[in-house]
Structures are given as C-alpha cells and as structure tokens.
C-alpha cells in the first residue's frame, strides 16, 4: 500500500529496524536506529511493535506528501516538523490526510528524527532485517537512502489504533554538552596512565566527520604505551577507537565488524540515544562507570520502556 | 603468544572479549573457532551472537538475561567439557582463479618485486592452503593466512579506485579476496568468477572462518563457462572435509 512519495530527501533519510542480528561473522554491520529509545517509543505510538521499520530523517530538509489518510508518529530530534506548513506535534500520533505534506524544515534539537508509520513500512528484508545499510548497499530502498519521487510502502494503512502521547517526563532533552558513562576496555592497557586521565577529564567536540558509522572526535590527544596498531579484533557498539594520532572516534550502528585500532573503552548501552541526537560541534566528556552500575541504568531503561508500553496499551 | 587462561575484556555491558592470545597464530584461532561452534552448540539463552577474529572471540549478550559472570562461568564450563575429539573436520573449499591480464593486472608487479616469474607466482600462489581466520573490512571478504613469503609483495602506492568483485589481492604477507567491486591498495594477481558474498544467500557469504581454501587454475574460458553456471545458479562448490 503506497503511503508516502518523497518530495525531498533530506541530507540522509534512511529506512531502519533494530538492525541485523547474526551477520556480524560474515562481516555485515549490524545498521539499525542509531537511537533505539526514540525509535521503539514512535512504533509504539502508532500501535506497532517496537521494531517495526520506520524512517530515520538526519537533519532538515525531507518532505513528504501523503497518498493515504495514515496515523504516524514523529519522535527523536525537533527538526520544526509540519504538515502543510502548520507546525505537528512530536512524540505523540497523530493523523495525516492524503495530499498533506509532511516536511522537516530546520534543526532545532538533536539530530536524527524517527517518522513511524502504523502497520510498519514494507521493504524487502535482508538478512532478516529492513535496515538499510548503505555503505554496504543492502536494506531499506535497494540498498540507498531516499530519492526524490520514491514511494513508500506501508505493510498495512491502519488508521484505527487510539490516540497516544508520550509523558512529557519521558521525552528527553537534547543537550550541546554530552555527559557519556563508559566501561574501560578491551584495550585500556594499551594506553598510559596519562593518557586516560586525558580521556576521562577532557572535553572532546564531534568533528564535521560524523556519521551512522562513527563520530571522530576533535580536543586533547590520548597517549598509547607503545602503539595505537593491534591484531585485528571485533567491534562492540559504542566502542572508542584510538588510532596513531590519538583522537578518539566513537563507533555506530554502521561501523565495520573488526578492526585494528586500540580501543580504550565502550559507552553503555543506554547512552548510545544520545550519541544519535549529537551532531558536529557539540562537546562532549566521557565518564567512567562499572559494569554493574551500566547494567542497572540498562535495567532502569528497559523498566521505563515497558512501562510506557502499559500507559500507551492498559 | 598463546594465554595460559584465556582473557575476558570488556566491550561494554553488552559485549565481551574473549581472547585466547596476542598474535596470529594458527592455535589461538582453533580456539575461537572451538569456542564459537561450543557456544553455538549450548544455544545460551542471552547470547545474540558472536564475532570470530584472528585470536578473540567478541560475544554480544543481553545483560538483563544473562550477567556477565553468567556468561563467564558458563564458557568456562563449555571449555572444560568440549574436547579435542568432538572438533569437527575442516571443510577445504577450492576456489577457481585465473590469473594475469585482465584477471590480475599487478601478476607482474609481484613477480618482479620477488625476482620470480609470473607463472613462478602462480604455481606458489596455488600451490599453499589457506586459513580462513575471519572475515571483516567488508562483508564477505576472508583474512587468510597462509601466504608463502616468496611472493610477499608491499600494497600499491596508490590504491586502485576499482578493483573488480573476486579479485585476489596480496598487501605484505596478507592474501586475499574482493567480494564486491571497492577501491584498494592491494595488489591483483588473480580472479574467481565465483561470489564470495551475496545478501539474498543463507549464509550470504560463501567462506567461513575456521575453515581452509586453496586456489585452483582455472584458464580464461573456464573462467567465463564457471561465470555462467554462476549466474544461473547450477555452480557447485568443491570443498572436502579434512583433519
């Protein structure tokens, strides 16, 4: 069922799910919503399971018309979204009318925007997954992102599930200045002690260098032991790569499955939404925190979704 | 080096290391392939799945169902009672190559770095197994250990903006494969017609890592008819089970 026709694309608007899961053997990134919380809170919005695939809009700039009355769902970064001009809310459902047009026009807070769809948008699963990967061709539209003159196709056009919103004290705030809690590790030991006191206590800003596969990071270089070049090991979500010149980049979604570069720590799991929502210039500070104190943040997250979840379906 | 134990490093509070020594070596990468098939095998309620590599095994995990000193425990446990006899045989996987010209532009370049002659290369070239130890960088392409250090050759001062899917590339002492048509610095002696990755395949790559492959000669013609068969589908692969 046609849905949506792409006026404009916007600077990257792909297709996404929670991402490929089982193919990182073979070297296949795992791609997926960079922000996981923003993404599961839109399908739940419009009535779908979490992991429906849906839009992820970076940026400003992407505009579409509606060829089917649908009920969808606008949640991450404020990117000023309006249907025929009139500004539309976020973080709530909200029905669209054939022949309105949805646009996203300026960048106010974050980065990246989910557009949920109810019943889902329908592309071909690769790998068991919608997500589109680009730089390895496969997923969402053939493989690429969005063109103009694209239709989207919705699984089924469900205009029916009830009106929901998101509490306000649900929504987060998107902030300039990052505050992200990190595990040392795999190769901490590969650094001096100086070198991660550079880490832990400076203030690092994300490079024009940042996209769905990695942010480099620009500030205070992080001194190695010896040096930055390793037998080649796996990539964990999150992970800070250091190479030789001793500038951090954080590893995303996209991000190649192994790699030769030290990595001197992992940001947990729940700060990885924010890392999504930041974009050049923004600063950021990395904080150290045990694996027990990541997974009881993880356990309160997963708490709050579900219980979300209730309020959105008692 | 090999580990006495074998090390558990953090990558994050879904992710762990399990590392079984400090280099390439073909013993710590039977670890991981030991490791990885055993965990496989106990179906661990948690594990998402896990990530071979040269001499560590990276495991993506649930924490809110299975705690990291679970999971720890637990490969312990699958070290202590998986022995040596139960290791499965190797699968040999052939992989027809032409070589020289079109199907390997820089033949010469190697031959001369060595002092040897193309067909010297060639015959050295075929004449090794290989050891699949992972497959990264892109998807599908296999790290292969193996290469004769007579026909080592350093990457190409500047990389090619195409080289074609199948090509097989030397860069130092590495051998390997293209499975999709990218840029690279590695130096082309030779191609396969066949697909060492496609996403609409199950598994979508035709190599796995643990396991071994020899090149196999194949002439220009036999090139373009094993092309085809390719292409429709009917091409069987050659692969053997060895000790």
């Known amino acids: 069922m046609d849905i949506f026709e792409v006026v404009q694309p916007g600077p990257l608007t792909t297709v996404q799910d929670l991402g490929r899961t089982g193919y990182q053997q073979y070297g296949v990134p795992t791609s997926g919503a960079l922000d996981d919380y923003a993404y599961r809170l839109g399908n739940l919005l419009v009535g779908n399971d979490e992991g429906a695939a849906s839009l992820e809009i970076t940026l400003f700039g992407c505009q579409l018309r509606a060829l089917q009355d649908s009920l969808i769902a606008i949640t991450g970064a404020d990117l000023a979204p309006a249907v025929n001009g009139n500004p539309a809310p976020a973080w709530e459902s909200l029905l669209i009318k054939r022949g309105q047009l949805l646009s996203f026009s300026q960048l106010r807070k974050g980065c990246r925007a989910y557009l949920a769809v109810a019943g889902g948008l329908n592309v071909p699963e690769v790998m068991k997954s919608a997500s589109t990967c680009v730089r390895a061709g496969i997923g969402g539209l053939n493989g690429r992102p969005l063109r103009k003159g694209d239709v989207l196709k919705a699984k089924a056009a469900d205009t029916s599930a009830k009106a929901a919103r998101i509490p306000a004290k649900y929504v987060p705030a998107y902030s300039n200045d990052l505050a992200l809690r990190v595990i040392l590790g795999p190769q901490d030991d590969y650094f001096t002690d100086k070198g991660i006191s550079t880490f832990l206590n400076s203030e690092y800003t994300v490079s024009a260098q940042a996209d769905r596969m990695g942010y480099r990071l620009e500030g205070p270089v992080i ?38 570069y030290t990595k001197i720590a992992t940001i947990i799991s729940v700060d990885i939404p924010k890392v999504a929502q930041a974009k050049p210039g923004d600063s950021i500070k990395f904080q150290q925190v045990k694996g027990a104190q990541a997974v009881a943040l993880r356990q309160k997250y997963e708490l ?11 | 080096m090999i580990y006495d134990e074998p090390r558990f490093l953090s990558g994050g509070d879904r992710a762990v290391f399990i590392e079984f020594g400090d280099s390439i070596d073909p013993e ?44 720890r425990e637990t490969i312990h ?36 770095h060595n002092n040897l002659s193309p067909e010297e290369v060639v015959r050295i070239h075929s004449g ?61 002696i030779r191609r396969t017609p066949l697909r060492l990755f496609e996403p609409a395949r199950e598994p979508p790559a035709l190599l796995s890592a643990g396991d071994y492959l020899t090149f196999v000669r194949i002439t220009p013609e036999e090139f373009t008819a094993i092309e085809k068969t390719v292409q429709n589908g009917t091409y069987q692969l050659t692969a053997r089970f060895i000790e």
């Open chain 1, 223 to 260: 001194q190695h032991r010896t040096g930055a070049d390793i037998v080649s090991d796996g990539i964990p979500l999150g992970a800070i790569q250091v190479p030789g010149d001793g500038l951090p980049i954080i590893l995303l979604a996209d991000r190649q499955t192994t790699g030769g």
């Open chain 1, 304 to 314: 709050q979704i579900e219980a979300i979840k209730s309020l959105l379906r008692p």
């Open chain 2, 28 to 71: 710590a990468n039977q670890h991981v392939t030991d490791l990885k098939r055993a965990i496989e095998a106990a179906d661990i309620p948690g594990v998402v799945e896990s990530v071979p590599t040269y001499r560590s095994l990276l495991v993506y995990f649930e924490p809110l169902q299975i705690s990291a000193a679970e999971l």
């Open chain 2, 77 to 112: 446990h699958l070290r202590r009672s998986t022995t040596v006899h139960e290791r499965p045989k190797r699968k040999l996987v052939g992989i027809p190559v032409a070589y020289g010209g079109e199907f390997g532009p820089d033949l010469e370049v190697v031959a001369r």
């Open chain 2, 128 to 188: 090794a197994r290989y050891s699949i130890y992972m497959l990264g960088f892109m998807p599908g392409f296999p790290y292969l250990g193996g290469l004769s250090p007579k026909i080592a050759a350093p990457r190409k001062a500047t990389p090619r903006l195409k080289i074609p899917a199948g090509s097989v590339g030397i860069a130092g002492n590495q051998t390997g494969i293209y499975p999709t048509e990218s840029p690279g610095g590695w130096q082309t």
